[in-house]
């Protein structure tokens, strides 16, 4: 689909943030998290927080906030530099010696968005993850990239990961918006990261019967899932 190979388009996205926000952009926190965060933090502290393709997340900062290191991966330079800015974070600029790409980040080092595509990204950018936040990369990788982008993210993982993914899931012959989330249940997850994770917890879940990016069809299962070695 034409729509989808778009995706992969520096300049598609560029031009996306132009014309407002997404439709996945949230106006806080996603509440998932709120109300489940001991589940995925697992008890740890100061622990290395990834998520990629972030975008805005208010996540960056909320895990920040928490005592957490973040590390944020996003395409489109500005989206970041105006992240930092409306939220009043201080920033400098270095360059990733791994990937040569710009790293935007607080001058503690403790919060840092790599300007990059995520599958240029590497573990020896930042050593282990403890902890991945996943609200919007499995769901939006193009299906045949998922393997692709489940490789990389579990290269990345400590061996005491904690890995939490939302999904969404509907009736694919349902007509959806260009940006629609793609339909992902849990056999999705179990194919692509069952082999680290013997652990795949349903945390929480929503159904509503009908969803903006479906054109008001339905129903869409939201889930929250925690994956775990």
């Given at each position: 689909?034409?729509?989808?190979?778009?995706?992969?388009?520096?300049q598609?996205?560029?031009?996306?943030?132009?014309?407002?926000?997404?439709?996945?952009?949230?106006?806080?926190?996603?509440?998932?998290?709120?109300?489940?965060?001991?589940?995925?933090?697992?008890?740890?502290?100061?622990?290395?927080?990834?998520?990629?393709?972030?975008?805005?997340?208010?996540?960056?900062?909320?895990?920040?906030?928490?005592?957490?290191?973040?590390?944020?991966v996003?395409?489109v330079?500005?989206?970041?530099?105006?992240?930092?800015?409306?939220?009043h974070?201080r920033?400098?600029?270095?360059?990733?010696?791994?990937?040569?790409?710009?790293?935007?980040?607080?001058?503690?080092?403790?919060?840092?968005?790599?300007v990059?595509n995520?599958?240029?990204?590497?573990?020896?950018?930042i050593?282990?993850?403890d902890?991945?936040?996943?609200?919007?990369?499995f769901?939006?990788?193009?299906?045949?990239?998922?393997?692709?982008?489940?490789?990389?993210?579990?290269?990345?993982?400590?061996?005491?990961?904690?890995?939490?993914?939302l999904?969404?899931?509907?009736?694919?012959?349902?007509?959806?918006?260009?940006?629609?989330?793609?339909?992902?249940?849990?056999?999705?997850?179990?194919?692509?990261?069952?082999?680290?994770?013997s652990?795949?917890?349903?945390?929480?879940?929503?159904?509503?019967?009908?969803?903006?990016?479906?054109?008001?069809?339905?129903?869409?299962?939201?889930s929250?899932?925690?994956?775990?070695?």
């Amino acid at each position: 689909m034409s729509d989808l190979v778009d995706r992969t388009s520096k300049q598609f996205w560029i031009n996306l943030w132009k014309d407002g926000q997404p439709i996945w952009q949230l106006k806080s926190v996603n509440k998932f998290l709120l109300h489940n965060k001991e589940v995925i933090l697992a008890g740890k502290e100061n622990a290395r927080v990834f998520i990629p393709l972030c975008g805005k997340a208010h996540e960056l900062k909320w895990f920040l906030d928490l005592g957490h290191r973040v590390i944020g991966v996003e395409f489109v330079e500005q989206i970041v530099l105006s992240y930092f800015e409306e939220n009043h974070l201080r920033m400098e600029e270095t360059t990733c010696p791994i990937i040569n790409c710009k790293i935007i980040q607080t001058p503690d080092h403790r919060l840092q968005v790599f300007v990059c595509n995520i599958f240029d990204f590497k573990r020896e950018c930042i050593g282990p993850v403890d902890i991945v936040w996943d609200r919007s990369g499995f769901t939006a990788i193009k299906k045949e990239d998922r393997a692709r982008y489940a490789s990389l993210l579990k290269s990345l993982l400590a061996p005491d990961f904690s890995y939490g993914m939302l999904s969404v899931h509907y009736d694919e012959s349902l007509p959806a918006q260009t940006l629609a989330p793609l339909s992902t249940g849990e056999a999705a997850i179990k194919e692509h990261f069952g082999d680290v994770a013997s652990k795949i917890l349903l945390v929480d879940s929503n159904v509503v019967q009908s969803a903006p990016f479906l054109y008001g069809a339905g129903p869409v299962t939201a889930s929250l899932w925690c994956l775990s070695a």
